[in-house]
């Protein structure tokens, strides 16, 4: 779950060094609070960045300041070792307030990035409307389909930097590749040098996804980039193979 968070938000820095940007300074919104949405937040403010949401099933917190890696530290021992929800945080911590039985996209009045790391689904057209309305320019998904698809249509209509979690939560399963790596090898790599071979696959495959995009048409279309280069990866592996 770490690395799909973490994997997530390399994703999205890649896609923002398309534009010669970065995350410093960003309004990022985040959903969820378990290990997915917390180590995509913690790395999004490693990187300057100011997360002010995250959410539970009991409702939404909003920091209008950004969370620091302090307020972060108490919400992942509330939700890891207490097993609290959201609702009793806003107690401890200065500065945020918690909203009951909402989920995070229509909170803040301002929002760069999205990170819907929760659920399927937990995204809609109408949330989607407010976030561009509100000046999102990137989402990108930590989740399972979690961005319904009135809300696809509406991200790739405005034509904002979109990836879809096919793409950009593939972090977990390529961190799992690597233990597997590891132990046939008999080796052991420290957690910075599996951190950084999992930041290398993930700019692969944003590489991968834009430039497929961008050869077939549709440049800055990651949605079309992703599937694309899916299945060409695949169909060339089956004509290698003889087919």
């Excluded at 959903?31 to 959410?55: H, M």
Aim: charged residues 20%; positive net charge.
């Amino acid at each position: 779950p770490e690395a799909t968070g973490y994997g997530c938000v390399y994703f999205a820095e890649n896609m923002l060094a398309t534009k010669k940007d970065n995350f410093k300074g960003k309004i990022c919104a985040v959903s969820g609070s378990g290990n997915v949405a917390s180590y995509a937040a913690k790395k999004l403010i490693t990187l300057g960045a100011k997360v002010v949401t995250l959410s539970d099933r009991s409702g939404a917190i909003y920091a209008k300041n950004g969370l620091s890696m302090s307020d972060l530290k108490t919400i992942m021992d509330l939700k890891s070792i207490r097993r609290g929800e959201l609702s009793e945080i806003a107690k401890e911590l200065k500065g945020v307030k918690f909203f009951q039985g909402v989920n995070v996209w229509q909170l803040p009045s301002k929002v760069d990035c999205a990170f819907p790391c929760a659920r399927q689904n937990e995204l809609n057209g109408e949330d989607a409307a407010y976030l561009l309305k509100h000046g999102c320019k990137l989402v990108a998904e930590g989740a399972n389909m979690p961005s319904t698809p009135e809300a696809v249509s509406a991200f790739l209509k405005a034509k904002i930097l979109y990836a879809p979690g096919k793409a950009a939560n593939a972090g977990g399963v390529a961190t799992s590749g690597l233990e597997m790596s590891q132990n046939a090898a008999r080796m052991y790599w420290s957690a910075k040098v599996v951190d950084d071979k999992l930041r290398e696959i993930m700019c692969s495959i944003h590489d991968n996804a834009y430039e497929a995009a961008a050869k077939y048409g549709h440049k800055g279309n990651y949605v079309m980039g992703a599937n694309i280069a899916g299945f060409t990866k695949v169909a060339d592996a089956m004509v290698a193979q003889g087919i």
